[in-house]
């Protein structure tokens, strides 16, 4: 197999784990609270939305160590470990208990870290400039796959059901566990890759596993990458780019936590509310892969950059959240069991419902997409700080996001993001100009970015 061959081998296998664990824990975050709210079990005192603040605080500053981690361990046997935790955290919900619950909440957000962390350097190095964007596509629809098949699951199997019973909780996620469980083996499959640089270290011929290396050597790159990532934070494009990687935390605990649960709590779609929550999560999926699918593969055509992708994106987003709130009722993030009757400006409709989840699954897209492409480009050398900085700020906002959920009304919860998506978007179109200068200063085309 030659090179770069064993590279796209590389990132397929990278993609296809992804997809396999996340179609297990973005099932579980997407249903989380619904199943939560109609648990029969007193002594269970949990709440979904609480577990993703705890996962995404403990994700934002692991973020700091994760590179050094990383650095010591190596990407691949990081990412194993990382996956058996995701699923130690999902097969909790077999059997509830409050103190199991948040403890696994934190561990997870730790694995989280650490498994971005490694799947950054494992993207990055596994890709040249010319092949950054499409690598990032192709991660990206893979991953975002994982939305289309366990919701669909959801779909299907809740249908007609307004109560979710102990038996349906519990076939939902032991299927669960054991899918995550095979995404994690098949991290194993990634190839050897003699060019690959573990973080912090600036010429390497170690191999993707890592090598034996003394145990004074790997603390040596662990300081190095962690004095990186703090070294990098501070510079100009991080900072601006910041702004655009803190929509993206909003925007995901918007799609992956909060739409969902508004969605089961609205009344007026009778008995398939709960069902739709599976069907608005494979309408996300959608988005998702279309998104990252053509604008991977467009990427080495794109004359343009990646600024009109992410213009497409922040348009896309606010004509999703223009129909939400028009759409759903101001309290449905909130609702009690029984859910609301309440009506916003017009009747709930579910295919309004179900195009705005497509929505915000295309807009996701645009926005991962090209912010992995540029983070790719600009710090090809530096790729797990910068990738762990870039999960830190967009792991922080989540957490925020996941907290504010349980209090804040549907509106607020929009205009939020319609306000910092808006800025976002401003700070991404500066640093791409800047990087655009940069290129053609150098004198390289501007589309082999």
Same mark, same amino acid.
């Given at each position: 197999m030659s090179p770069e061959s064993k590279k796209l081998f590389n990132i397929i296998i990278l993609g296809v784990s992804f997809m396999f664990i996340f179609t297990a824990f973005q099932t579980c975050g997407n249903i989380a609270q619904t199943v939560i709210t109609n648990l029969n079990n007193t002594d269970f005192h949990g709440s979904g939305?609480?577990?993703? =603040?705890?996962?995404?605080?403990?994700? #934002?500053?692991?973020? !700091? *160590? #994760?590179?050094?981690?990383?650095?010591?361990?190596?990407p691949q046997l990081s990412m194993v470990v990382s996956g058996i935790f995701y699923s130690l955290y999902i097969a909790i919900f077999i059997q509830p208990a409050t103190w199991a619950f948040y403890t696994a909440s934190v561990f997870i957000g730790i694995a989280a870290a650490v498994l971005w962390t490694a799947q950054g350097n494992c993207?990055?190095?596994?890709? +040249?400039?010319?092949?950054?964007g499409r690598n990032s596509g192709v991660f990206w629809a893979l991953l975002q796959s994982s939305?289309?098949?366990?919701?669909?699951?959801?779909?299907?199997?809740?249908?007609? /059901?307004?109560?979710?019973?102990?038996?349906?909780?519990?076939?939902?996620?032991? @299927?669960?566990?054991?899918?995550? !469980?095979?995404?994690?083996?098949?991290?194993? &499959?990634?190839?050897?890759?003699?060019?690959?640089?573990?973080?912090?270290?600036?010429? =390497?011929?170690?191999?993707? &596993?890592? +090598?034996?290396?003394?145990?004074?050597? /790997?603390?040596?790159?662990?300081? @190095?990458?962690?004095?990186?990532?703090? /070294? !990098?934070s501070f510079t100009k494009e991080i900072m601006l780019l910041s702004v655009t990687t803190a929509y993206t935390g909003l925007e995901l605990t918007f799609f992956s936590g909060v739409y969902g649960t508004c969605i089961g709590a609205v009344n007026r779609f009778g008995s398939e509310e709960k069902s739709l929550?599976?069907?608005?999560?494979?309408?996300?999926?959608?988005?998702?892969?279309?998104?990252?699918?053509?604008f991977g593969l467009l990427s080495k055509n794109n004359r343009f950059g990646r600024n009109p992708v992410v213009m497409l994106g922040i348009v896309v987003?606010?004509?999703?959240?223009? !129909?939400?709130?028009?759409?759903?009722?101001?309290?449905?993030?909130?609702?009690?069991?029984?859910?609301? +009757?309440?009506? #916003?400006?017009?009747?709930? #409709?579910?295919?309004? @419902?179900?195009?705005?989840?497509?929505l915000l699954g295309l807009g996701d897209s645009c926005f991962n997409t090209q912010l992995l492409s540029i983070l790719g480009?600009?710090?090809?050398?530096?790729?797990?700080?910068?990738?762990? *900085?870039? /999960?830190?700020?967009?792991?922080?906002?989540? @957490?925020?996001a996941y907290f504010y959920s349980n209090y804040f009304l549907l509106q607020w919860q929009l205009l939020i993001?319609?306000?910092?998506?808006?800025?976002?978007?401003?700070?991404?179109?500066?640093v791409e100009w800047e990087a655009a200068a940069a290129l053609v200063a150098r004198g390289s085309d501007y589309s082999s970015i």
């Open positions: 939305y609480t577990s993703m =603040s705890i996962i995404y605080g403990v994700f #934002s500053a692991s973020n !700091l *160590i #994760s590179p050094s981690v990383v650095a010591i361990v190596g993207l990055t190095v596994n890709s +040249d400039e010319n092949t950054i939305l289309f098949f366990g919701n669909l699951y959801i779909y299907f199997a809740w249908q007609g /059901k307004t109560h979710i019973s102990e038996s349906d909780r519990r076939t939902v996620f032991i @299927a669960l566990t054991v899918i995550s !469980l095979v995404g994690t083996v098949l991290f194993f &499959l990634i190839r050897k890759q003699e060019d690959m640089k573990t973080p912090g270290e600036e010429d =390497s011929t170690n191999e993707i &596993l890592g +090598d034996s290396s003394s145990a004074q050597n /790997k603390m040596t790159r662990a300081v @190095a990458a962690f004095k990186k990532s703090i /070294k !990098l929550i599976g069907l608005s999560g494979i309408f996300i999926g959608v988005g998702e892969i279309l998104g990252g699918g053509i987003h606010f004509i999703a959240f223009y !129909l939400i709130f028009f759409n759903m009722p101001n309290d449905a993030p909130i609702a009690p069991m029984e859910g609301t +009757d309440d009506v #916003s400006y017009m009747i709930p #409709s579910k295919e309004v @419902a179900i195009f705005c989840s497509f480009f600009l710090y090809s050398e530096d790729s797990a700080p910068a990738f762990a *900085i870039f /999960k830190f700020v967009q792991s922080i906002c989540a @957490a925020v993001m319609v306000v910092v998506g808006f800025f976002g978007t401003i700070t991404f179109f500066t």
